[in-house]
């Protein structure tokens, strides 16, 4: 009996020790996000900086369920210039690969096949790497335009830095 209790608690520790628990994330992205800064650079993109004002990422708050549906799952609002606009996020968390929040269309319909939304959709929908996510700082990065030269990937990149 007590061999079974010793394997039932290893089974358990193991068991929770491999779940990814993107819980912490999530809530940490959760709010209105006043974007400050975009940086692009990479391999076609010249190395630029561009002051932001009037454009900020609010994430609704979510839940695991949610979270594992990336049509119907977790809202994101990107406001630019007054113009508010959903989407949907998805956050997969991994201690070896870190933390990636992933921003998708909302599905089919008369709003999103608008060429407003498409341009909306296309210059935020990718998957973004969480590089800081802290009480009053966000910092993601997204890579686009990839192509493969001798083997190598080279990618542009458009690094976002958001305050509350």
């Known amino acids: 009996m007590k061999n079974q209790l010793i394997m039932f ?3 358990c520790f193991t068991f929770f020790a491999c779940q ?5 994330i999530i809530n940490s992205l959760v709010g209105k996000w006043n974007v400050t800064e975009l940086q692009f650079s990479g ?3 010249k190395d630029s900086t561009v002051k932001a004002t009037n454009l900020s990422i609010e994430f609704d708050a979510c839940d695991a369920d949610k979270n594992n549906t990336t049509t119907s799952g977790c809202s994101v609002f990107i406001t630019e210039n007054g113009v508010r606009t959903q989407l949907v996020y998805q956050v997969q968390a991994s201690k070896d690969a870190g933390n990636t929040v992933y921003l998708n269309g909302i599905g ?7 060429p407003a939304y498409q341009q909306v959709l296309q210059k935020w929908s ?3 790497d969480i590089l800081e996510s802290g009480d009053n700082k966000l910092v993601i990065k997204r890579k686009y335009n990839c192509s493969q030269s001798n083997g190598v990937n080279q990618c ?3 690094k ?3 305050s509350r």
Request: overall charge negative.
């Open 20 to 24: 990814k628990d993107e819980t912490p």
């Open 160 to 162: 976002v830095t958001a």
């Open 108 to 114: 089919s319909s008369n709003v999103t096949n608008t």
């Open 126 to 128: 990718n998957g973004y």
């Open 156 to 158: 542009d990149y458009m």
């Open 43 to 45: 391999y076609t993109q």
């Open 9 to 11: 608690v290893i089974l």
